[in-house]
Protein backbone atom coordinates (compact mmCIF):
# COMPACT_ATOMS: atom_id res chain seq x y z
CA UNK A 1 0.00 0.00 0.00
CA UNK A 2 1.21 3.82 -0.67
CA UNK A 3 1.27 4.24 3.08
CA UNK A 4 4.58 3.03 3.66
CA UNK A 5 7.82 3.65 1.93
CA UNK A 6 10.00 0.36 2.91
CA UNK A 7 6.96 -1.81 3.50
CA UNK A 8 3.90 -3.45 0.89
CA UNK A 9 1.12 -5.08 2.38
CA UNK A 10 -1.71 -6.76 0.84
CA UNK A 11 -4.36 -9.11 2.27
CA UNK A 12 -3.79 -12.68 -0.21
CA UNK A 13 -6.78 -13.80 2.41
CA UNK A 14 -9.04 -11.69 3.83
CA UNK A 15 -8.09 -12.59 7.20
CA UNK A 16 -4.24 -12.70 6.61
CA UNK A 17 -1.89 -9.77 6.27
CA UNK A 18 1.10 -10.20 4.12
CA UNK A 19 3.84 -7.21 4.90
CA UNK A 20 6.29 -7.62 2.33
CA UNK A 21 10.00 -5.78 3.34
CA UNK A 22 10.46 -3.20 0.32
CA UNK A 23 14.08 -2.17 0.15
CA UNK A 24 15.25 -3.66 -2.63
CA UNK A 25 18.45 -1.85 -3.40
CA UNK A 26 19.70 -2.14 -0.10
CA UNK A 27 19.07 -6.38 0.22
CA UNK A 28 16.38 -5.09 3.09
CA UNK A 29 19.13 -3.35 5.66
CA UNK A 30 16.72 -2.58 8.42
CA UNK A 31 17.13 0.89 8.57
CA UNK A 32 15.20 3.28 11.53
CA UNK A 33 12.47 4.49 9.54
CA UNK A 34 11.68 0.96 8.00
CA UNK A 35 11.37 -0.83 11.97
CA UNK A 36 9.14 2.41 12.23
CA UNK A 37 7.04 1.36 9.38
CA UNK A 38 7.30 -2.16 10.77
CA UNK A 39 5.76 -2.14 13.96
CA UNK A 40 3.06 -0.03 12.68
CA UNK A 41 2.09 -2.07 10.19
CA UNK A 42 1.64 -4.55 12.93
CA UNK A 43 0.02 -2.58 15.78
CA UNK A 44 -2.24 -1.93 13.21
CA UNK A 45 -2.85 -5.59 12.48
CA UNK A 46 -3.29 -6.26 15.34
CA UNK A 47 -5.57 -4.21 16.31
CA UNK A 48 -7.79 -5.29 13.04
CA UNK A 49 -10.48 -7.57 14.32
CA UNK A 50 -10.52 -8.97 10.25
CA UNK A 51 -7.25 -9.65 10.43
CA UNK A 52 -6.30 -13.14 11.97
CA UNK A 53 -2.40 -13.77 11.54
CA UNK A 54 0.65 -12.16 9.49
CA UNK A 55 3.08 -13.13 7.42
CA UNK A 56 6.31 -11.45 6.88
CA UNK A 57 8.54 -11.86 3.74
CA UNK A 58 11.26 -10.26 1.75
CA UNK A 59 12.64 -10.96 -1.77
CA UNK A 60 13.99 -13.80 -3.53
CA UNK A 61 17.08 -12.89 -2.49
CA UNK A 62 16.76 -11.35 0.82
CA UNK A 63 15.17 -11.40 3.67
CA UNK A 64 16.57 -8.67 5.12
CA UNK A 65 20.54 -8.30 5.08
CA UNK A 66 20.72 -6.64 8.60
CA UNK A 67 20.64 -3.61 10.34
CA UNK A 68 21.81 -0.86 8.04
CA UNK A 69 25.81 -0.47 8.51
CA UNK A 70 25.32 2.87 6.79
CA UNK A 71 23.06 4.28 9.17
CA UNK A 72 25.37 2.74 12.09
CA UNK A 73 28.97 2.95 11.27
CA UNK A 74 29.58 6.72 12.67
CA UNK A 75 26.98 6.65 15.49
CA UNK A 76 28.82 7.02 18.85
CA UNK A 77 28.73 5.43 22.09
CA UNK A 78 26.62 8.16 23.59
CA UNK A 79 24.28 8.38 20.90
CA UNK A 80 23.16 4.91 20.65
CA UNK A 81 22.83 4.52 24.27
CA UNK A 82 20.85 7.70 25.07
CA UNK A 83 18.57 6.88 21.70
CA UNK A 84 18.27 3.57 23.14
CA UNK A 85 19.26 2.17 19.61
CA UNK A 86 17.40 -0.63 17.97
CA UNK A 87 15.22 -0.44 21.53
CA UNK A 88 11.95 -0.33 19.64
CA UNK A 89 12.65 -4.12 17.69
CA UNK A 90 11.09 -5.18 21.19
CA UNK A 91 7.96 -3.59 20.13
CA UNK A 92 7.16 -6.73 18.06
CA UNK A 93 7.33 -8.83 20.69
CA UNK A 94 3.85 -6.86 22.57
CA UNK A 95 2.02 -8.41 19.24
CA UNK A 96 -0.89 -10.84 20.01
CA UNK A 97 -1.41 -12.30 17.02
CA UNK A 98 0.79 -15.07 15.17
CA UNK A 99 3.83 -13.99 13.04
CA UNK A 100 5.01 -15.87 10.28
CA UNK A 101 8.35 -15.51 8.54
CA UNK A 102 8.68 -16.58 5.14
CA UNK A 103 12.17 -16.30 4.45
CA UNK A 104 14.26 -16.65 1.35
CA UNK A 105 17.51 -15.46 1.05
CA UNK A 106 19.48 -13.76 3.32
CA UNK A 107 18.67 -13.77 7.20
CA UNK A 108 22.16 -12.19 7.81
CA UNK A 109 22.37 -9.90 11.59
CA UNK A 110 19.60 -7.89 12.03
CA UNK A 111 17.48 -9.84 9.50
CA UNK A 112 17.91 -13.61 11.53
CA UNK A 113 17.02 -11.69 14.66
CA UNK A 114 13.87 -10.04 13.03
CA UNK A 115 13.34 -14.00 11.74
CA UNK A 116 13.71 -15.34 15.37
CA UNK A 117 11.46 -12.71 16.48
CA UNK A 118 8.89 -14.18 14.27
CA UNK A 119 6.08 -16.77 16.19
CA UNK A 120 6.99 -19.52 13.10
CA UNK A 121 9.71 -19.63 10.59
CA UNK A 122 9.09 -21.25 7.33
CA UNK A 123 12.48 -20.93 4.95
CA UNK A 124 12.49 -21.67 1.03
CA UNK A 125 15.69 -23.94 0.02
CA UNK A 126 17.80 -20.67 -0.69
CA UNK A 127 17.28 -19.55 3.06
CA UNK A 128 20.71 -18.63 4.47
CA UNK A 129 20.88 -17.52 8.43
CA UNK A 130 23.63 -15.86 9.94
CA UNK A 131 25.26 -13.63 12.95
CA UNK A 132 27.76 -12.15 10.73
CA UNK A 133 28.04 -8.90 13.56
CA UNK A 134 31.85 -10.00 14.76
CA UNK A 135 33.26 -9.31 11.08
CA UNK A 136 31.89 -5.66 11.95
CA UNK A 137 33.59 -5.08 15.30
CA UNK A 138 30.20 -6.13 17.35
CA UNK A 139 27.86 -8.40 18.23
CA UNK A 140 24.17 -8.90 17.82
CA UNK A 141 21.83 -6.27 19.10
CA UNK A 142 18.77 -7.58 18.58
CA UNK A 143 17.88 -10.86 20.86
CA UNK A 144 20.08 -13.21 18.30
CA UNK A 145 22.77 -13.85 21.16
CA UNK A 146 19.52 -14.85 23.54
CA UNK A 147 17.64 -16.00 21.59
CA UNK A 148 19.67 -18.23 19.62
CA UNK A 149 20.94 -19.99 22.66
CA UNK A 150 17.52 -20.99 23.80
CA UNK A 151 16.94 -22.49 20.50
CA UNK A 152 19.66 -23.88 19.14
CA UNK A 153 22.35 -24.32 22.24
CA UNK A 154 25.51 -23.08 23.29
CA UNK A 155 27.86 -24.63 21.72
CA UNK A 156 25.87 -24.28 18.05
CA UNK A 157 24.69 -20.23 18.86
CA UNK A 158 28.87 -19.55 20.07
CA UNK A 159 29.45 -20.77 16.93
CA UNK A 160 27.28 -18.72 14.87
CA UNK A 161 27.61 -15.29 16.73
CA UNK A 162 32.10 -15.63 17.27
CA UNK A 163 32.69 -17.12 13.52
CA UNK A 164 30.05 -15.16 11.90
CA UNK A 165 29.24 -18.11 9.67
CA UNK A 166 26.25 -18.36 7.58
CA UNK A 167 23.73 -21.42 7.33
CA UNK A 168 21.63 -22.92 5.43
CA UNK A 169 18.28 -23.81 5.24
CA UNK A 170 19.01 -27.27 5.88
CA UNK A 171 20.72 -26.45 8.92
CA UNK A 172 18.59 -24.30 10.49
CA UNK A 173 16.14 -26.98 10.30
CA UNK A 174 18.28 -29.54 11.86
CA UNK A 175 19.26 -27.23 14.14
CA UNK A 176 15.04 -26.78 15.16
CA UNK A 177 15.56 -22.81 14.45
CA UNK A 178 12.83 -23.01 12.13
CA UNK A 179 9.45 -25.00 11.30
CA UNK A 180 10.62 -26.41 8.26
CA UNK A 181 12.13 -25.72 4.49
CA UNK A 182 9.45 -26.00 2.06
CA UNK A 183 9.53 -27.32 -1.28
CA UNK A 184 11.40 -25.23 -3.91
CA UNK A 185 10.24 -22.73 -6.74
CA UNK A 186 9.90 -19.13 -6.15
CA UNK A 187 7.12 -17.49 -4.29
CA UNK A 188 6.86 -21.12 -2.53
CA UNK A 189 7.34 -20.18 1.16
CA UNK A 190 5.28 -17.25 0.80
CA UNK A 191 1.94 -19.60 -0.66
CA UNK A 192 2.81 -21.65 2.23
CA UNK A 193 3.29 -19.12 4.79
CA UNK A 194 0.06 -17.66 4.19
CA UNK A 195 -1.99 -21.04 3.78
CA UNK A 196 -0.49 -21.59 7.14
CA UNK A 197 -1.77 -18.22 8.59
CA UNK A 198 -4.77 -18.78 6.91
CA UNK A 199 -5.54 -22.02 8.67
CA UNK A 200 -4.00 -20.23 12.05
CA UNK A 201 -6.58 -17.49 11.40
CA UNK A 202 -9.57 -19.73 10.71
CA UNK A 203 -9.44 -20.98 13.96
CA UNK A 204 -11.01 -18.96 17.45
CA UNK A 205 -8.80 -15.78 17.53
CA UNK A 206 -9.26 -16.06 21.61
CA UNK A 207 -7.79 -19.54 21.56
CA UNK A 208 -5.04 -18.46 19.17
CA UNK A 209 -4.08 -15.45 21.14
CA UNK A 210 -4.18 -17.65 24.16
CA UNK A 211 -2.46 -20.37 22.55
CA UNK A 212 1.12 -17.69 21.82
CA UNK A 213 1.16 -16.22 24.75
CA UNK A 214 1.18 -19.27 26.53
CA UNK A 215 4.03 -20.74 24.50
CA UNK A 216 6.00 -17.35 24.86
CA UNK A 217 5.29 -17.47 28.94
CA UNK A 218 7.82 -20.99 28.74
CA UNK A 219 10.51 -18.50 27.87
CA UNK A 220 10.25 -16.21 30.70
CA UNK A 221 9.51 -17.96 33.53
CA UNK A 222 9.79 -21.70 35.66
CA UNK A 223 8.09 -24.79 34.43
CA UNK A 224 5.86 -25.04 37.64
CA UNK A 225 4.81 -21.09 37.15
CA UNK A 226 4.66 -21.97 33.03
CA UNK A 227 2.35 -24.92 33.59
CA UNK A 228 -0.25 -23.38 36.54
CA UNK A 229 -0.26 -20.11 33.89
CA UNK A 230 -1.25 -22.65 31.18
CA UNK A 231 -3.70 -24.00 33.43
CA UNK A 232 -5.12 -20.89 34.53
CA UNK A 233 -5.53 -19.17 30.53
CA UNK A 234 -7.07 -22.63 29.68
CA UNK A 235 -9.31 -22.28 32.51
CA UNK A 236 -10.19 -18.79 31.18
CA UNK A 237 -11.23 -19.70 27.80
CA UNK A 238 -14.01 -22.12 29.14
CA UNK A 239 -15.92 -18.53 29.33
CA UNK A 240 -15.35 -17.85 25.31
CA UNK A 241 -18.43 -18.82 23.26
CA UNK A 242 -15.88 -20.16 21.06
CA UNK A 243 -15.19 -22.56 23.73
CA UNK A 244 -18.78 -23.78 23.67
CA UNK A 245 -19.25 -23.73 19.90
CA UNK A 246 -15.63 -25.89 19.26
CA UNK A 247 -16.95 -28.71 21.92
CA UNK A 248 -20.47 -28.65 20.89
CA UNK A 249 -19.45 -28.82 17.24
CA UNK A 250 -17.15 -31.45 18.14
CA UNK A 251 -19.88 -33.95 19.80
CA UNK A 252 -22.32 -32.80 16.30
CA UNK A 253 -19.50 -33.44 14.53
CA UNK A 254 -20.15 -30.52 12.12
CA UNK A 255 -17.29 -27.89 11.41
CA UNK A 256 -17.48 -25.07 14.10
CA UNK A 257 -18.00 -21.49 13.31
CA UNK A 258 -15.96 -19.42 15.63
CA UNK A 259 -17.01 -15.89 16.21
CA UNK A 260 -14.10 -15.14 18.23
CA UNK A 261 -15.95 -13.91 21.37
N1 LIG B 1 23.28 -2.41 5.65
C1 LIG B 1 23.34 -1.48 4.67
N2 LIG B 1 23.42 -1.78 3.37
C2 LIG B 1 23.46 -3.08 3.03
C3 LIG B 1 23.42 -4.08 3.98
C4 LIG B 1 23.31 -3.71 5.35
N3 LIG B 1 23.22 -4.61 6.34
N4 LIG B 1 23.49 -5.28 3.35
C5 LIG B 1 23.56 -5.02 2.04
N5 LIG B 1 23.54 -3.68 1.84
C6 LIG B 1 23.63 -2.97 0.56
C7 LIG B 1 25.02 -3.00 0.01
O1 LIG B 1 25.81 -2.01 0.61
C8 LIG B 1 24.76 -2.75 -1.45
O2 LIG B 1 24.52 -1.36 -1.62
P1 LIG B 1 25.22 -0.54 -2.84
O3 LIG B 1 24.60 -1.14 -4.07
O4 LIG B 1 24.81 0.87 -2.58
O5 LIG B 1 26.68 -0.81 -2.75
C9 LIG B 1 23.46 -3.47 -1.71
O6 LIG B 1 22.85 -3.62 -0.42
C10 LIG B 1 23.63 -4.83 -2.30
O7 LIG B 1 24.54 -5.58 -1.50
P2 LIG B 1 25.85 -6.30 -2.07
O8 LIG B 1 26.34 -5.60 -3.28
O9 LIG B 1 26.79 -6.46 -0.94
O10 LIG B 1 25.20 -7.72 -2.50
P3 LIG B 1 25.94 -9.12 -2.60
O11 LIG B 1 24.97 -10.04 -3.24
O12 LIG B 1 27.29 -8.97 -3.16
O13 LIG B 1 26.16 -9.58 -1.06
C11 LIG B 1 25.49 -9.92 1.26
C12 LIG B 1 25.06 -9.87 -0.24
C13 LIG B 1 26.44 -11.10 1.48
C14 LIG B 1 24.21 -10.10 2.09
C15 LIG B 1 26.22 -8.60 1.62
O14 LIG B 1 25.41 -7.52 1.20
C16 LIG B 1 26.48 -8.43 3.08
O15 LIG B 1 27.40 -9.03 3.62
N6 LIG B 1 25.68 -7.58 3.80
C17 LIG B 1 25.90 -7.26 5.18
C18 LIG B 1 25.47 -8.38 6.10
C19 LIG B 1 25.73 -8.01 7.54
O16 LIG B 1 26.86 -7.82 7.96
N7 LIG B 1 24.65 -7.91 8.35
C20 LIG B 1 24.75 -7.59 9.73
C21 LIG B 1 24.51 -6.13 9.93
S1 LIG B 1 24.84 -5.60 11.59
C22 LIG B 1 23.44 -5.95 12.45
O17 LIG B 1 22.48 -6.49 11.93
C23 LIG B 1 23.43 -5.54 13.91
C24 LIG B 1 22.34 -6.16 14.71
O18 LIG B 1 22.49 -7.20 15.30
C25 LIG B 1 21.04 -5.51 14.85
Request: some cysteine; charged content about 25%; hydrophobic content about 40%.
Amino acid sequence: SSKYEYLITSKPEPNVLLIQLNRPKALNALCSPLFKELNQAMKDADGDGSIGAMVLTGSEKAFAAGADIKEMKDKQFADVYKNRFLEDWAEMARISKPIIAAVSGYALGGGCELALMCDIILASPTAKFGQPEINLGVIPGGGGSQRLTRIIGKSRAMEMVLTGRTITAEEADKWGMISRVVGQGEGQVVKDAVAMAKEIADKSQIAVHAGKEVVNEAYETTMAEGLKYERRIFHGLFATNDQKEGMAAFAEKRKANFTHT
